[in-house]
């Protein structure tokens, strides 16, 4: 299957991380592999334009950019707060005098709602404050119980890949032995096979100077047998038939 990883390790059962020289010589490869990448221009193409200005709001763009121009921050203004006089040369104008006196109604009606809002908050701040308190701990509790069962989870999740790998890991070994069993046993038959082409050589070499013994000497077939010698006396066949040494047949001497 195209994209499939194949993971070959097991960290469980795996032993020799920790051994003098791994660490150095891992990170070493991971340096080499670095130096021989060459990124291609395209590989990121799949994915969508990064937007790092999606969470920034107009204060922040001007803030960002009064801190890239390296300009000074703006003081606190307190133009609000502040109750001027006509200018000089309007002091004899009832318009500026009016625009006066607004601005200081205006100051004393948000003087008046900033000491309404401290009242309020005096009489209604604490179970205010309490009632938010006590939908924090909620959701601080809910979120407690959201991580513990993300725990469990993983927790759960490492037992089940330590068990799964403890039982690769049995299997592994199973077959490693018999993998040493079956090449043992090969070995053994391999040199007894040896052992036994040896020998069928040297069978085979004593057939070939056998035969080669006999076809030198074919004369001695055609060469008359030894006569056997029987209490001294040859056992040739006489004239009458009779072997000599031996008693005449009755019937033969009746009939002469």
Known sequence: MAGEVIVDALPYIDHGYDDVGVRESALAMVEEECRRYRPTKNYLDH????NSTAFETPLMTNEFERI???QPMETLSM???????????????V??????????MAQLEHQWVRSLNLELMLDYGPEAWKSYLEVFTAMQAKAQLQLQQLRKDMQDINWQRKQAQTQAGERLRSLEAHWVLLVSKNYEIETECVELEKVVHAAREELQKLSAQTAQSPQNENQDP???QTNGHSRETESNGNVSGEEPDESSNESQ
């Open 95 to 104: 318009s500026a005098w009016q625009e006066s006196i607004e601005n200081s």
């Open 226 to 228: 030894i006569p056997e």
């Open 47 to 50: 994915l969508p334009p990064l």
């Open 68 to 70: 890239q121009n390296r």
């Open 79 to 93: 133009k609000r707060y502040e109750l001027p006089p006509p200018p000089s040369g309007k002091l004899s104008e």
